[in-house]
């Protein structure tokens, strides 16, 4: 269930990358990102040459101590950032595009990085404020305008995100627009519409000349919103045609895992997942991958795993604030201390009032005993958010905790029959729990 939150994450994150004004001419070379076109991410180079680079200037950027050269480091940094997934890397950005902000103040761009990099970091009320300081300066700021609108979207503002990405819509059909309005349809509720956007999302991509990782990355998307309707062949075909293009990205692996593992091949879900892990040993990678493990009878493994997720997500700075709620959702689902679930929880829903976080707020309250505060919690994220299966399934065990079995049948039931795949580990349990209320 950790996955399911971390489908907006594929956007907040990576869409920026990809978000394009136009279609490229016949026979010129694609047209750049709208991050790139706002100054906030280098220009492709492999990884080599941009660790060569960033070498470069955080050796030059305090000798020359030019508002230019702090910036160029802070877009550099940013570009691997969000290629690798390194948090320490979105804090030296930060560093970065403050310094340039210290030495030339009416830096837009560098003003719009490190809202990027707040967004990235979960940081969302400073992402969206420092996005909307932007786009006072300067309304025709796009990317302002996409940052301000996920961040808006993270909160669980959703009227606020429709605004946004209406302005990004009017200057703009481009497929980076397109992903976002399908996660505005999945936040809504609305699942149908949800996938048929992203279904547009990669044909526009694909229309626009994108391939490798930024064509990837829709399809991955796609893949993971199919994957939560419940439709396996699709979510295998999106997610096969990512793999071809970009084998070694790790939200990639991480989707072919997942939906491998839907499919009932946890051999090759665990190689998948470990490939992912190798690259960005994030704590949703490496919780479905001790989940695994636990599945097919390594204890240890899968130990080891959940061990390594509390390490991460507990260290102190970046990864805390980023890992907050995945990390309230995997001691909530492993039924480990619960009372830090709970305080995580409540902590993440004082700022971020969205489904999920209604969602991971009803699971911890119930993981504590709590059972009715559990159900209107519940309530609050089936009405936000929809019928997704994860809530249904905590819904059922909220209910038969309450002791309503007729109710809890009937949804556990529905959480089922709508994708029965929805997490290994979990739908393990739904399966059993309504196994013993028939």
């Known amino acids: ?10 956007v907040l994150v990576v869409a920026p990358l990809v978000l394009r004004r136009g279609a490229p001419e016949a026979g010129a070379a694609p047209v750049a990102s709208l991050s790139a076109a706002a100054g906030l991410t280098a220009p492709a ?16 950027a305090p000798i020359r101590n030019e508002s230019l050269e702090y910036r160029t480091l802070g877009r550099h940094l940013l570009t ?35 809202a990027r990099v707040a967004l990235s970091l979960h940081d969302f009320v400073r992402a969206r404020d420092l996005a909307v300081a932007v786009i006072a300066a300067d309304p025709a700021a796009l990317d302002a305008v996409a940052i301000a609108g996920d961040a808006a979207l993270a909160l669980g503002n959703v009227a606020a995100a429709g605004d946004y990405y209406d302005r990004l819509e009017a200057a703009s059909g481009d497929p980076a627009v397109v992903v976002r309005r399908a996660q505005l349809a999945f936040e809504s509720g ?35 919103l199919a994957q939560e309707v419940g439709d396996l062949e699709r979510a295998v075909a999106y997610i096969e045609a990512a793999h071809e293009q970009a084998p070694s990205a790790p939200g990639t692996l991480a989707e072919l895992a997942r939906v491998a593992a839907a499919t009932g091949d946890f051999s090759a879900a665990i190689e998948a997942y470990e490939a992912a892990s190798a690259i960005v040993p994030d704590p949703v990678t490496l919780a479905a991958l001790g989940d695994l493990y636990a599945l097919t009878g390594d ?31 995997f001691l909530a689902d492993h039924d480990r201390d619960v009372a830090l679930a709970l305080s995580l929880a409540e902590q ?56 309503d079995a007729d109710r809890a049948l009937a949804e556990l039931q529905e959480a089922m029959a709508l994708n029965a795949g929805f997490d290994p580990l979990q739908a393990r349990t739904a399966a059993e729990a309504i196994e013993a209320l028939t």
């Open 1 to 10: 269930m950790l996955l399911a939150a971390s489908v907006a994450a594929l």
């Open 45 to 60: 180079v492999d990884g080599a040459e941009l660790d060569r680079l960033i070498a470069l200037f955080s050796e030059r």
């Open 80 to 114: 691997r950032a969000q290629m690798a997934g390194d948090l320490s890397d979105f804090v030296a950005a930060d560093a970065a595009f403050a310094a340039a902000l210290d030495l030339h103040p009416d830096d837009r761009i560098s003003a719009a990085g490190r």
């Open 190 to 224: 609305d699942l149908a519409a949800a996938l048929s956007a992203a279904d547009g999302a990669v044909q526009a991509a694909a229309g626009v000349g994108l391939e490798g990782r930024p064509l990837a990355f829709y399809q991955t998307y796609a893949a993971r």
């Open 299 to 329: 204890a240890a493994a899968a130990e080891d795993r959940y061990a390594t997720v509390g390490a991460i997500a507990t260290l102190a700075g970046a990864n805390r604030q980023a890992y907050n709620r995945a990390y309230a959702q």
């Open 348 to 403: 993440e829903l004082e700022v971020r009032k969205d489904p999920v976080g209604y969602d991971a707020y009803a699971w911890a309250l119930y993981r504590n005993g709590r059972f009715p505060e559990a159900r209107a919690a519940s309530e609050t994220a089936l009405a936000a958010g929809g019928r997704r299966a994860v809530m249904l399934y905590h819904a059922g065990m909220i209910s038969a905790a309450l002791g």
